[in-house]
T-cell receptor, first 115, second 109 residues
Framework: NAGVMQNPRHLVRRRGQEARLRCSPMKGHSHVYWYRQLPEEGLKFMVYLQKENIIDESGMPKERFSAEFPKEGPSILRIQQVVRGDSAAYFC?????????????FGNGTRLTVT | AQRVTQPEKLLSVFKGAPVELKCNYSYSGSPELFWYVQYSRQRLQLLLRHISRESIKGFTADLNKGETSFHLKKPFAQEEDSAMYYCALRVAGANNLFFGTGTRLTVIP
């Protein structure tokens, strides 16, 4: 089992461009979570998705950010019109089920740099 | 609102010395507490959780509801314990975790 796969590992975008971050959960996992880690801060929850559904997006900024987890393919975190403040490490995690005590399994993260 | 506090950003101890990484939380219900560790150039991984009451790599952590703490302890630190440690909380009925800001532990040979 390859674990949670995130790509790219590093992404550089100019201000105003779009950033697309991809996450493939562990095999058999249908729940995906996105976290953001700003410099000198802990991981902050952004969004929780199941296949084709957003369950909790309480941590997502109201504008420019969106997430999806289609029936086929990876989960995508999309940031439109990026600004310098979006520079951070974005981590994806997955779990097999809802409502149990399964720990989250994390990917290696994508480090976004906005120039 | 729930919150996890790790007061120490950096902690250095000598090899063989005891180590304690502090974690305090605020949550009105019954929390589930975790410690995650990130070794150099590796992904974040679960170290232990309070419901398992287990010892992993010599580390233990006891949930103290009176003090709302979940400190991570090891009696004799090893060089390979050098890593970033994150305390995390999951609230009842939820799946996502709330993380502290992390403590970077350095074990000096």
């Amino acid at each position: 089992n390859a674990g949670v796969m995130q790509n790219p590992r590093h992404l550089v975008r100019r201000r105003g461009q779009e950033a697309r971050l991809r996450c493939s959960p562990m095999k058999g996992h249908s729940h995906v979570y996105w976290y953001r880690q700003l410099p000198e801060e802990g991981l902050k929850f952004m969004v929780y998705l199941q296949k084709e559904n957003i369950i909790d997006e309480s941590g997502m900024p109201k504008e420019r950010f969106s997430a999806e987890f289609p029936k086929e393919g990876p989960s995508i975190l999309r940031i439109q019109q990026v600004v310098r403040g979006d520079s951070a490490a974005y981590f994806c995690a997955s779990s097999p089920r809802q409502g149990d005590s399964s720990p989250l399994h994390f990917g290696n993260g994508t480090r976004l740099t906005v120039t | 609102a729930q919150r996890v506090t790790q007061p120490e950003k950096l902690l250095s101890v000598f090899k063989g010395a005891p180590v304690e990484l502090k974690c305090n939380y605020s949550y009105s219900g019954s929390p589930e507490l975790f410690w995650y560790v990130q070794y150099s150039r590796q992904r974040l991984q679960l170290l232990l959780r309070h419901i398992s009451r287990e010892s992993i790599k010599g580390f233990t952590a006891d949930l103290n509801k009176g003090e709302t703490s979940f400190h991570l302890k090891k009696p004799f630190a090893q060089e390979e314990d050098s890593a970033m440690y994150y305390c995390a909380l999951r609230v009842a009925g939820a799946n996502n975790l709330f993380f502290g800001t992390g403590t970077r532990l350095t074990v000096i040979p």
